[in-house]
């Protein structure tokens, strides 16, 4: 379950801490206050994007941090033991937003990327959001309810596996048959470019190689030239060369450091700095008798270069490229001479591809058959505790036959919220009352499914209320009893219902606004509750209402 939350410079929030326990959980307060600032909040520290508009004081950065208990939570200890961030029974998730829109993501410390936290975050909180019900008529939406309720989530992800290797495939055989049309004169073209650079015979890096040493020979001149000055400086000079001057130096200091041994080191350094005065001439005229220029092998270098020069223009890469562009060559001419072969190798890997796919497709077909009846009967039922006694919820679920990466299923909600009424299409519902009811049931029906320890309900039961109101409430206590649930809420009905209760309160100073949150205790939720009840003005009537709603809430 969801431990704490926290978060700084964030929208109207300038620094919150809250501290959840289990059971149902309640946030209310005045429209705008910034109740669904703090399921924001959640979400992005759970991996959801979010860029630099987000951030109260543009000079700082926004921070979020979620901490989980997770001891009774296997599937995610084993997900962090797999990805090697667990940290015996701690999962702190933290998020950081800088000014420039970037952000950086931790794991119990350990810095993740925005995939990863997201992957944890699925595990860990299920959220559903207050406009839940106006992507309800979805398509896409309706499948994906479906698939999460049947836990069907497994072999979805095969099937969209499937999918793309037969993609992958059929792109190549596309591919191919561009290529088989102008293949012969093609190959025509690359049986010349392979026989040219064939008979260069160019080696791996042979260019820079040839460059250096004709570059060499090219400058023996100004390489004696040069290094006779150098053996000059250092020896041959009759009076200033730099053997004899240390020399000296050296026997000059023998003769001071009588007066004072500090001065040994120094003669040390210059004794060996003599040393390899005289190694470095002894090299540099072993060097001028090793080299010589030899006008035949200038020659051939320079046509040698100039030949690459040339071949690379041809090809319009640096010379040092080209034998990358041989090997290229070479690659594509057998490829091309094989594409016999080759076709009908990926004509047999296409055809067992799609039928993998086909194969799955339609054992994923049979199990959302399965989870759309289950899911039918019990939406149905829940309805009837929402104030729609006569409703009929179904799912129909027809085979299209055209391969995609979510299956070959066209899925319709259908609903009749009326006796005597045909279903139709949720999508062409016009009471919004009706298809929030119905939303809601949706929700908790789903999410009784899966094993998220936490679920968030952001507003989710706008559109009802009076005794519809309190059904909600009860509803979503009974689901609190086995896990977590936070729930965004403006009625006092389903507030009453909690196990503990958070005022979210906007406050102003004329200057700025502030987000301030505070968790009540028996009086203040009376106020509160009488507040929900009464609007501006609370009377004494409308405060015994409210205890008496807190009473018969528990």
């Not at 999460?148 to 072999?155: A, E, P, Q, Y």
């Not at 949150?517 to 009537?541: C, Y």
């Amino acid at each position: 379950m969801l431990r704490s939350l926290q978060a700084k410079n964030f929208a109207i929030i300038d620094e919150i801490d809250i501290v959840f326990s289990e059971g149902m959980i309640v946030l209310t307060g005045e429209t705008g206050a910034g109740k669904s600032i703090l399921v924001d909040a959640l979400s992005l520290v759970l991996g959801e994007r979010g860029g630099a508009n987000l951030i109260r004081d543009n000079n700082k950065r926004a921070e979020f941090t979620a901490e989980f208990v997770i001891d009774e939570h296997a599937k995610a200890k084993t997900w962090l033991s797999k990805q090697s961030l667990d940290d015996d029974h701690d999962c702190v998730l933290r998020r950081i937003v800088n000014p420039d829109g970037r952000s950086r993501a931790f794991i119990n410390g350990n810095q993740v990327n925005l995939q990863t936290l997201k992957a944890l975050g699925e595990l860990l909180v299920d959220i559903h959001g207050q406009h839940f019900h106006q992507s309800l008529g979805k398509t896409d939406v309706q499948r994906e309810l479906i698939d999460h309720f049947g836990d069907l989530i497994h072999i979805k992800d095969d099937v969209k596996n499937a999918f793309n290797k037969w993609s992958l495939l059929a792109k190549k055989l596309l591919t191919n048959d561009a290529l088989n049309k102008d293949r012969d004169a093609r190959i025509d073209l690359l049986n010349f470019q392979y026989e040219e650079l064939n008979t260069l015979e160019l080696q791996e890096n042979e260019y820079n190689s040839i460059s250096l040493e004709f570059t060499k020979i090219h400058n023996i001149e100004k390489l004696n030239n040069g290094i006779n000055q150098v053996l000059n400086n250092l020896q041959d000079s009759e009076i200033t060369n730099a053997e004899s001057l240390i020399n000296n130096s050296v026997k000059s200091l023998e003769s001071l450091i009588e007066f004072d041994h500090a001065l040994k080191d120094a003669k040390n350094l210059l004794e060996e700095a003599s040393i390899q005065s005289s190694e470095a001439a002894d090299y540099l005229r072993r060097y001028c008798s090793s080299i010589e220029f030899d006008p035949e092998k200038n020659r051939r270098l320079d046509e040698r270069i100039n030949t690459i020069k040339t071949i690379a223009r041809k090809h319009r890469v640096e010379p040092s490229e080209l034998h990358t562009v041989y090997e290229k060559i070479k690659n594509e001419l057998n490829e091309l001479k094989n594409i016999e072969a080759n076709q009908k190798n990926l004509n047999r890997d296409i055809d067992e591809a799609k039928n993998h796919y086909t194969k799955l497709a339609k054992e994923l077909s049979r199990l959302r058959i399965i989870s759309s009846n289950k899911l039918s009967k019990a939406v149905t039922k829940a309805m009837s505790s929402l104030g729609m006694p006569d409703g009929q919820f179904n799912i129909n679920i027809t085979s299209n036959n055209a391969i995609s990466s979510h299956g070959m299923d066209d899925v319709i909600f259908l609903l009749s919220a009326n006796p005597g009424q045909a279903p139709q299409s949720i999508a062409k519902i016009a009471s919004g009352g009706e298809l929030s009811r119905m939303s809601l049931a949706i929700q908790v029906i789903a999410s009784e499914g899966n094993y998220i320890p936490t679920m968030v309900f952001d507003e989710v039961d706008s559109g009802v209320g009076g005794a519809v109101a309190e059904m909600v409430g009860r509803r979503l206590s009974e689901l609190g009893v086995n896990r977590q649930v936070l729930c965004v809420t403006h009625l006092p009905q389903v507030a009453s219902q909690a196990n503990s209760h958070f005022r979210i309160n906007k406050l102003s100073d004329g200057k700025s606004t502030k987000v301030h949150v505070t968790q009540l205790n028996k009086d203040s939720r009376i106020g509160e509750i009488a507040r929900m009840l009464g609007g501006i003005e609370v009377t004494e009537r409308t405060r015994d209402h409210a205890a008496e709603m807190l009473l018969a809430g528990k």
